[in-house]
């Protein structure tokens, strides 16, 4: 099968891979919307890489169509469309029971795409536990919309579960890429009353408003933790959720969070070894302020709630997606785009049937 690979370190390119062998309970399917991630981008060219193996074709990040079933598949058949999440757990693993199963061996390796074998970015592609990883495509929720589920929406507003924002909240949203966007939705599904975005992009920003964001702090124009705490008249926030920045976003967000608040990270600080803190924003460790972050969950009980979001009129995801193509090959140019982050994209996607 032809797939978009890490070659090696740094290289990108397409190669014939050997398609996983569909086992019992597993399926294979074709792509039918991929999408590249920042996750893709840190695969090939940073320092997010988890195995060893060469020519390993990544993505994780689909909608797709069934076309074959192994012979303890209850739930799916071939032709059925479905949402395919980036994380595909084993489900039969101690963190699982535990309620981890996006670490089932191990920090992140819920995600098996890449991990443990090839990605979505190809023409076939395998999906362990078909049963419990794969969910049925809605019949009016686009695969513009449904690709969006599969990654961004559901670590966006795992962002806001982190955070255990309450209806009321005052939360602010650094970064407004596409997770960080999702991450401003999610609070606002959760009932945050004043929402405040951090970033600079005209684009991102129309689909932060449209999300739901009272104001916008711009970190060219000062401090993002003086205009933060002027917007909320020296109060700070109850809540914080990050799903951009850098390295010295966690001590900004210490230094907006109330006494009692909770930050959700859902950021991968990619290359940065040594994350810091701002001993006085956490009062030296006494703060009662706590930082939460991790992976979002995987799995087909998720990605079903979050579309009934979008079937029942509550959500649309599509709005992150500003460049659109039509052609298998084209996920080379959006991968490309991923990386390089013109200022008029969010979110590039290839929609093969609609």
Known sequence: MKGLARIEQDVLGWVDAELDE????????????????????HIVWGHAYMSDAPNRVV???????????????????????????????????VPAEQGFSQHCYGMGTGMSFV??????????????????????????????????ISDM???????????????????????????????????????????IAVGSRPAAIKVAKEYGAHD?????????????????DGKGVDKVVIGGGGKDTLSEALSVLKVGGVIGNVLHYDGIETIPVDGLSWGQGLADKTIRGGVCPG????????????????????????????????????????????????????????
């Open 216 to 232: 916008i702090v711009d970190y060219h124009n000062g401090s993002t933790v003086e205009q933060i705490m002027e917007l909320t």
């Open 59 to 93: 993505g994780h990040e689909a909608t797709g169509e069934v076309i074959k079933v192994g012979d303890k598949v209850k739930d799916f058949k071939p032709g059925d469309r479905v949402i395919v999440p980036a994380i595909t757990p084993d489900w039969l693993t």
């Open 153 to 195: 929406m559901t670590t966006g507003f795992y962002a806001a579960e982190l955070a255990d924002i309450q209806f009321g909240d005052t939360v602010a949203c650094f970064g407004i890429g596409p997770v960080g966007l999702m991450a401003l939705a999610g609070a606002q599904v959760k009932g945050a009353s004043h929402l």
């Open 299 to 354: 799995g087909r009980a998720r990605m079903e709630k979050l579309a009934n979001l979008i079937e029942y009129g509550r959500f649309d995801s599509s709005k992150l997606i500003t460049h659109k193509f039509d052609k298998f090959e084209d996920i080379e140019e959006a991968m490309i785009l991923m990386r390089d982050k013109p200022r008029d994209m969010i979110k590039p996607a290839v929609i093969l049937d609609e």
């Open 115 to 148: 991990t443990f074998k090839h990605g979505v970015f190809a023409e076939q592609f395998h999906v362990n536990q078909a049963d419990a990883n794969l969910a049925h495509l809605p019949d009016n929720v686009s695969l513009e919309q449904a690709v969006m």
């Open 22 to 41: 569909c086992g019992p309970y597993d399926a294979i399917c074709k792509p039918l919307a991929m999408a590249p991630c920042t996750s893709d981008v």
